[in-house]
């Protein structure tokens, strides 16, 4: 009902301002507090955009990603393109609230927020990739830095990116003066660089807790975890992704509980039948958006695997989600 609005434009607006209040556990004005909002404001009234005038490499950026998004919308219909856009650059707000709803019963809403994985996917891979043609080592870190700049700014710069972010420009560094690093190390200086910026964070910010903590089974459990389930075959990573989604939700549950009041059972069986095939999908739809640029219709064949993948997981999802012992409140 309103009008767009983009980075820097400014808005003029009347309201009543009101003071954010906690919702039922979770310490929402905290949280707020966090990113430096104070005040809230509901229905505005009069609302008037004024675009920016001067160039800003960020609203560039960021006019990028609705482009690409926009195109994800040619490629395949709703709900599929919001789904694909949260797996691509994180963020579920095009979703229906009932399948936001179904995500978080299920345990499976952080694959709708951008994070290391894809941190990992857009820069790793990228740099494997770019390593191979003639540019030359320095100019591919170089190159790779910048790749990893864009994302975060299109990813919205949370802290699961900002995270992932920086221990990938540490491990970067390490790759240009031929050094391995030691992930404790990367974390710890990661986490205190982070906290150097905004202490608040620590306490305040669900974001920041949930992923330091996950990364650190991931790093630190999951791989001790490893020889105890055996007996799940590791064809398309199945154990793998099994045992590192265990550890992160076996160490996040107190953090969960804490905030949310809410634990889901279920959540390990719904992310050993997703989690293998997600960056298969992933892969695809990128392709298939680099192609959309020269034929929508090509783009959509080519996403088609990439489409039944989507149909499969929501329809698992939702069916997860309809069940009784889905998620209990404590």
């Not at 975890?225 to 549950?253: C, D, G, M, Y």
Request: hydrophobic residues 55%; contains cysteine; glycine residues 4%.
């Amino acid at each position: 009902a309103y009008n767009e609005v983009h980075h820097n434009d400014t808005i003029v607006f009347g309201c009543r301002l009101s003071i954010p209040e906690q919702i039922e556990s979770f310490a929402y004005d905290k949280y707020l507090a966090s990113k430096g909002v104070y005040a809230i404001c509901y229905r505005p009234e009069y609302l008037d955009v004024q675009k920016r005038e001067t160039f800003s490499v960020v609203a560039s950026i960021l006019q990028i990603k609705e482009i690409l998004v926009d195109k994800l919308g040619l490629i395949v219909p709703e709900p599929h393109s919001a789904f694909f856009s949260g797996l691509l650059f994180g963020g579920s707000s095009s979703l229906s609230h009932e399948l936001k709803d179904d995500f978080s019963r299920t345990g499976t809403s952080h694959i709708l927020a951008a994070s290391g994985f894809n941190v990992s996917l857009f820069t790793f891979v990228f740099l494997g990739w770019i390593l191979g043609t003639p540019l030359g080592r320095k100019k591919s870190l170089w190159l790779t830095t910048g790749l990893l700049i864009v994302y975060v700014v299109m990813a919205g710069a949370t802290p699961a990116v900002m995270r992932a972010a920086l221990m990938a420009s540490v491990l970067l560094v390490g790759k240009a003066i031929n050094r391995k690093a030691s992930m404790m190390n990367v974390l710890l200086l990661v986490a205190a660089l982070m906290l150097l910026a905004n202490p608040r964070i620590l306490l305040d910010d669900v974001g920041f807790q949930l992923s330091f903590v996950a990364t650190s089974a991931l790093i630190f459990i999951a791989p001790k975890w490893q020889k105890h389930f055996k007996f799940i075959p590791n064809i398309f990573e199945l154990r793998t992704s099994f045992v590192a989604s265990l550890a992160a939700i076996t160490l996040t549950l107190p953090i969960v509980i804490w905030h949310f009041g809410s634990v889901s059972l279920i959540s390990p069986i719904t992310n050993l039948i997703i989690l293998p095939l997600i960056p298969f999908a992933m892969a695809i739809m990128m392709v298939a958006l680099a192609i959309s640029f020269l034929s929508i219709k090509l783009a959509t064949f080519i996403a088609l695997p990439a489409w039944a993948f989507s149909t499969l997981t929501l329809q698992i999802i939702t069916w997860f989600s309809s069940l009784p012992i889905a998620s209990i409140s404590l």
